[in-house]
């Protein structure tokens, strides 16, 4: 449906939006809002990868969430310059075998506001990702902070890349760039992006070892399970080099 908005590094996301049929696998948008119907879906996610701690299991599993909404309402909005009805009610899901997204079946109505533009992101914020981090939270009694830096941290990256490739007007793109720069929306409402990144000190080194001028500003603590460690990005990670991890 927007397959040809998505180039690069963005060409994963290109058929997560699709337009609602009858598949009777899909799951009804507004039912996720409600933690029992979202606890079969991370239960399913944690028998499948192994992690009995819930905590761990609901933020690694909204990664996979936030990154096809997120990410793919981002790159729809700005490529059009519409912006998309996101109310669950508009919306139906369809899962991989570990309960993870795979798509997002649009209602007709969701696929464009005539009279809102694609810098408006009040839709993806209030009425799909907030009822959402409000579910897992209660799910788990993780802070709904930890979501929400889960959240953002896709919404920036994704920002970058199409920064990078170049394709959409500069000035369109500085109207989702200022979400991570300032408190309030432009209409004035919760920013949840505001600041996911902080700065570090020259010569920082991240879990991977390589050398990083910014991280994620709260850890996403998925490491509450030993399984996963730590991001390489999460701020936890970040070091300087010693002389012997520096030497070898």
């Given at each position: 449906m927007f397959a040809g908005h998505f180039h690069d590094n963005l060409a994963g996301f290109a058929?997560?939006?699709?337009?609602?049929d009858d598949r009777r696998d899909a799951l009804d948008g507004a039912r996720l809002a409600d933690p029992i119907h979202l606890t079969p879906l991370l239960a399913r996610f944690g028998r499948h990868h192994g992690c009995s701690e819930p905590r761990a299991t609901a933020s690694q599993w909204s990664k996979y969430f936030f990154s096809r909404l997120g990410i793919t309402t981002l790159v729809v909005q700005m490529a059009t310059d519409r912006a998309l009805d996101l109310r669950l009610d508009n919306l139906r899901m369809t899962c991989h075998e570990d309960g993870t997204?795979?798509?997002?079946?649009?209602?007709?109505?969701?696929?464009g506001q005539a009279s809102s533009s694609g810098s408006d992101f009040s839709h993806l914020i209030d009425h799909a990702l907030t009822p959402i981090v409000a579910a897992l939270s209660l799910y788990c009694r993780l802070s709904a902070?930890?979501?929400?830096s889960n959240a953002g941290v896709y919404f920036a990256?994704?920002?970058?890349?199409?920064e990078t490739q170049q394709r959409i007007p500069a000035?369109?793109?500085?109207?989702?760039?200022?979400?991570?720069?300032r408190?309030?929306?432009q209409d004035g409402g919760f920013n949840p992006f505001y600041r996911v990144y902080k700065d570090c000190s020259?010569?920082?080194?991240?879990?991977?070892d390589d050398v990083v001028d910014h991280c994620r500003r709260l850890c996403c603590m998925r490491d509450l399970d030993a399984q996963w460690g730590l991001c390489a990005n999460c701020p936890r990670a970040m070091h300087t080099a010693?002389?012997?991890r520096a030497t070898g």
């Open positions: 058929e997560v939006f699709q337009t609602s997204p795979a798509c997002f079946l649009l209602a007709s109505g969701a696929q902070r930890v979501f929400w990256w994704a920002l970058d890349e199409l000035s369109r793109l500085a109207s989702a760039r200022a979400l991570l720069t408190r309030q929306r020259p010569g920082t080194l991240d879990g991977n010693t002389p012997d």
